[in-house]
C-alpha cells in the first residue's frame, strides 16, 4: 500500500514492522486492509474518493454525501465477472456433451447437467435482486439470466437431437431454458429495487473519524448547519432589492451545501430552507422576496413523503406563498421522475417511510399517479444526498435554464395547478 504522504509503496511486512507507519516517512497509515472484514480499504482509495467528490477540493460536499459514494465505489462491479461465469459454463456444458455421448451412466450425467443449470439459475437471479449490488449489476445478473436461458436452449435441444436422441431432454432443456429466460425478463422490468449500504453507517462514521484524526480535517466537508438566533445586520441598500429567484431546499443540510458552493451567486437567487435556514437572514430574505410580483421559486427535495410535501406547504402556509400567484416549480426529486429514469438511483425502504406515506394529505396524493402511489406506499425513498455536490448543482441549474420559457413546447416541464396558482414539475432529474 502506498503512503499518500510520500508515495512509498510498504508492503505487509513493512507495515507491520513498523507499527502501521510509512518505512520511508514514518506517516501513519489510517487502515490496514488485512486485519479489515469483508470492506477492505487502503488509504489512497480513501483519499481518492475524497479528491473525486470534491472535484480535487473545489466542491464542499456532506459527510451523507461521502458515504453514498464511498459505498458506490466499493460496491460489486459484477459485470465482467457474470459473463465469465457464462463462458466457463459453454465450455462446461460442451464438456459434458462430449462425455455423455460415450457415457453408459446417462441417468447420472443427467442428474449432473439438471443441477448445474439450477444452480447457474439460482446464483444469477438472487444476484438480480440482491440489495448489495447496484442496478447496473442486477441489469446484468438478469441479462446473464436470459442469455444462459437461450444458452440451454441451444446446447440442450442439440444434445437431445443429435447427441442422444431423447425427447425427455428436449423437454427438460426447453422448459429450464424458457425458464432462465422468464426470470431475466421480469427482473429486467422490475422498476426501482431497493439498496442497502454495504456496510453501518456507524462503521462508516468510525473510519471517517480515524481518517480525519491521522490526516487531520478534510478540507471540504461540511459540519452539520448551525443555527444562528442573532440576525445578520444587511446594508439598506442591499434590502431594497430583491432576487428573480428562489431556491427552497427541504432540509437546512443541502440549502447549506448550496450555499457553501456559492449556488446563490453564480445564478443570482436566493437559498433557504423550509426548516427556516439560514436564520440569521430568513426573515429579511423573505421580505426582499415578496417585494418582486415576477418571482419565480424552485423546490428541491428528497423523493420522500416528506420532501414530495414540499411545493404543497409552499403553496398553502402563510409563512411562504399563501394566497401569491408565484410561479412554484418543482425540480424533483419526484416518484415520476424515478420511475422514468434510466439511471440508477439509490432506493432505500423502511415501514416508517411507508407509514408516512398512506398519511398524506388527500390533495397532496391526488396530485400523484397510481403509480407514483404503489411506489411510495411500499416504502421507497431517495435522498438528495445520494448525489454528489457536481451533480446536484448541475441538475438544479439545468432545472432553471429550462424553466425561462415555461409556455414553449419544448419545455421540460408538466403544468400541474390551475391558471394563477400555477405549479410546474420537472420531467426528470438530471
Not at 43 to 67: E, G, H, R, W, Y
Not at 81 to 101: D, R, T
Not at 134 to 161: C, D, E, H, M, P
Not at 242 to 254: E, K, N
Request: aromatic content about 10%; some cysteine; glycine content about 6%.
Amino acid at each position: 500500500m502506498k503512503c499518500i504522504n510520500c508515495g512509498t509503496d510498504n508492503k505487509l511486512k513493512d507495515r507491520v514492522g513498523n507499527y502501521g507507519r510509512c518505512i520511508k516517512c514514518n506517516h501513519q497509515f489510517a487502515f490496514e486492509p488485512t486485519s479489515m472484514g469483508k470492506v477492505k480499504i487502503t488509504d489512497p482509495m480513501f483519499a481518492k474518493v475524497i479528491a473525486d467528490l470534491s472535484v480535487n477540493d473545489t466542491l464542499f460536499f456532506t459527510p451523507k454525501q461521502l458515504l453514498y459514494f464511498f459505498d458506490n465505489r466499493l460496491r460489486k462491479k459484477s459485470s465482467s465477472a457474470v459473463f465469465g461465469v457464462l463462458f466457463f459454463y459453454v465450455i462446461l456444458a460442451v464438456i459434458l456433451i462430449s462425455v455423455w455421448s460415450g457415457s453408459s451412466d446417462k441417468e447420472s450425467l443427467i442428474f449432473i447437467a439438471v443441477t448445474i443449470h439450477f444452480i447457474g439459475i439460482w446464483i444469477l437471479f438472487s444476484d438480480s435482486k440482491s440489495t448489495k449490488l447496484n442496478a447496473k449489476a442486477r441489469k446484468t445478473n438478469a441479462r446473464a439470466l436470459q442469455i444462459l436461458g437461450i444458452i440451454v436452449l441451444v446446447l440442450g435441444i442439440f444434445a437431445s437431437i443429435v447427441v442422444v436422441n431423447s425427447f425427455a431432454i428436449f423437454i427438460l432443456s426447453t422448459l429450464i431454458g424458457m425458464l432462465s429466460i422468464y426470470l431475466g425478463t421480469r427482473q429486467l422490468r422490475r422498476i426501482g429495487l431497493a439498496q442497502e449500504f454495504l456496510f453501518a453507517q456507524s462503521e462508516f462514521q468510525g473510519w471517517l473519524n480515524r481518517w480525519q484524526q491521522i490526516n487531520e480535517t478534510i478540507l471540504k466537508i461540511l459540519p452539520s448547519p448551525r443555527e444562528e438566533s442573532t440576525s445578520a445586520t444587511i446594508n439598506p441598500d442591499v434590502t431594497a432589492y430583491s432576487f428573480d429567484r428562489l431556491v427552497v431546499c427541504d432540509s437546512a443540510t443541502i440549502a447549506q451545501l448550496l450555499i457553501a458552493n456559492n449556488f446563490h451567486f453564480e445564478n443570482n437567487c436566493a437559498i433557504l430552507s423550509v426548516t427556516g435556514y439560514p436564520q440569521n437572514i430568513f426573515d429579511t430574505t423573505m421580505q426582499m422576496l415578496r417585494r418582486n410580483p415576477e418571482l419565480q421559486v424552485y423546490a428541491i427535495h428528497d423523493c420522500s413523503p416528506q420532501g414530495i410535501s414540499l411545493v404543497h406547504h409552499l403553496r398553502t402556509s402563510s409563512n411562504w406563498f399563501l394566497d401569491s400567484n408565484v410561479v412554484i416549480i418543482d425540480v424533483g426529486l419526484t416518484p415520476r421522475q424515478i420511475i422514468a429514469t434510466k439511471r440508477g438511483m439509490f432506493i432505500q425502504f423502511s415501514p416508517e417511510s411507508a407509514k408516512a406515506a398512506q398519511e398524506l394529505s388527500g390533495e397532496i396524493r391526488q396530485g400523484l399517479s397510481a403509480e407514483e402511489l404503489q411506489w411510495l406506499d411500499s416504502g421507497n425513498f431517495v435522498e438528495l444526498e445520494s448525489f454528489t455536490p457536481q451533480r446536484l448543482i448541475q441538475i438544479l441549474q439545468r432545472g432553471i435554464s429550462n424553466s425561462r420559457d415555461l409556455v414553449s413546447d419544448d419545455s421540460s416541464l408538466i403544468l400541474v395547478g390551475d391558471t394563477g396558482n400555477d405549479m410546474y414539475v420537472v420531467q426528470s432529474f438530471g
